[in-house]
C-alpha cells in the first residue's frame, strides 16, 4: 500500500529551528511536495523535490532521498506565523497525490 | 487574478437534500479537483477533471457528482445529503496533472458543510 509516516505534533521555541521528518511508501515516485495549512484555511504549496538533495527557499527547505524514501522540512528563524500544519505530499507513478493527516507545528514564544 | 473560487463558504443542509458547490478558477489550468478534509485525516480526493469534458473519480466518490462543461467551472453535486457528508470541502487546481512540476495545486478557500 502507499502511506506517510510524519510526527503528529511538534512543538518548537520563536526564533529556533526545526526539522519535520517524513518517510513514504509509494507505488512508482514523481516528486514530493510540502505544503502548509493553517488553521482553517486551504493548504499552500511550499516546495517541490524530484531529485535528491536540498531546496532551500528562504527560510524554508526540503530534502530528498529517493532510495531513503524519505524527506524533511527544515524551518529556520521560526516565527509565530509558522505555526501551522505540514504536510508532506509524494506523488505514485499515475501522478496521484498522497496526503497524509501532516505534522502540526506549535511555536511557543 | 482571483486564483480559485469556491461557494458557499458554510452551508448546513438537512440529511436527504441536494445541493452544488460551485468552484471556479481563472487560470486557465487544466486539472481540477475536489478534495473533503475530516479531522485527524488527509485530503480525500473526491472527483477530478483533466480538462473539459473529462471527469474521473477518485478515493470517496459515492454520493457526489461533478461535471467539467468548461476549463474554468468545476461544481460539485451533493445528490442527497447525510451525515457521513458533513466535512470540509477543497476544490483546488494545477496548470497540468501528468507533468510532475506543473502538479503544483491552488486550492479554494474551502467550503464547510454540516448535514444534520
Known sequence: ?109 | NAGVTQTPKFQVLKTGQSMTLQCAQDMNHEYMSWYRQDPGMGLRLIHYSVGAGITDQGEVPNGYNVSRSTTEDFPLRLLSAAPSQTSVYFCASSYSHSSSGANVLTFGAGSRLTVL
Not at chain 1, 503528529?8 to 513514504?24: P, R, S
Not at chain 1, 522540512?73 to 509558522?82: A, C, I, P, S, W
Request: charged share 15%.
Open chain 1, 1 to 109: 500500500g502507499q502511506n506517510i509516516d510524519q510526527p503528529t505534533e511538534m512543538t518548537a521555541t520563536e526564533g529556533a529551528i526545526v526539522q519535520i521528518n517524513c518517510t513514504y511508501q509509494t507505488s512508482g515516485f514523481n516528486g514530493l511536495f510540502w505544503y502548509q495549512q493553517h488553521a482553517g484555511e486551504a493548504p499552500t504549496f511550499l516546495s517541490y523535490n524530484v531529485l535528491d538533495g536540498l531546496e532551500e527557499k528562504g527560510r524554508f527547505s526540503s530534502f530528498l532521498s529517493r532510495s531513503k524514501g524519505y524527506s524533511y522540512l527544515l524551518l529556520k528563524e521560526l516565527q509565530m506565523k509558522d505555526s501551522a500544519s505540514y504536510l508532506c505530499v509524494p506523488m505514485d507513478s499515475n501522478y496521484q497525490l498522497i496526503w497524509g493527516a501532516g505534522t502540526k507545528l506549535i511555536i511557543k514564544p
